[in-house]
Nanobody, 116 residues
Framework: QVQLVESGGGLAQPGGSLRLSCAASGIIFRLNAMGWYRQAPGKQRELVAQIFITGNTNYANSVKGRFTISRDNAKNTVYLQMNNLKPEDTAVYYC??????????WGQGTQVTVSS
């Protein structure tokens, strides 16, 4: 049974930081690309950041220079360090795993709210 469990969400002030974690089980983690997506109320889910099995990364333009995605294959965990948070970063953040020829999996989501 595949599980992706996010943690680390919460309330932050503008300019503040949060670190999200996603612990994976039931997949061969090192063979999966991992990603973070977010969905704000009334909006479509959008890609925030991806990290591939090579360690290469990809970011949405809106978060470049502020967010950093990383992975620890020994801990089956992917992280999203979010700095200089803005109110428009408020959303539910979802962890995602992808492997060619296999299923795509999603976590349950964690709420991030940026407000003063």
């Amino acid at each position: 049974q595949v599980q992706l469990v996010e943690s680390g969400g919460g309330l932050a002030q503008p300019g503040g930081s949060l670190r999200l974690s996603c612990a994976a089980s039931g997949i061969i983690f090192r063979l999966n690309a991992m990603g973070w997506y977010r969905q704000a109320p009334g909006k479509q889910r959008e890609l925030v950041a991806q990290i591939f099995i090579t360690g290469n990364t990809n970011y949405a333009n809106s978060v470049k220079g502020r967010f950093t995605i990383s992975r620890d294959n020994a801990k089956n965990t992917v992280y999203l360090q979010m700095n200089n948070l803005k109110p428009e970063d408020t959303a539910v953040y979802y962890c995602n795993s992808y492997r060619s020829g296999s299923s795509t999996y999603w976590g349950q989501g964690t709420q991030v709210t940026v407000s003063s």
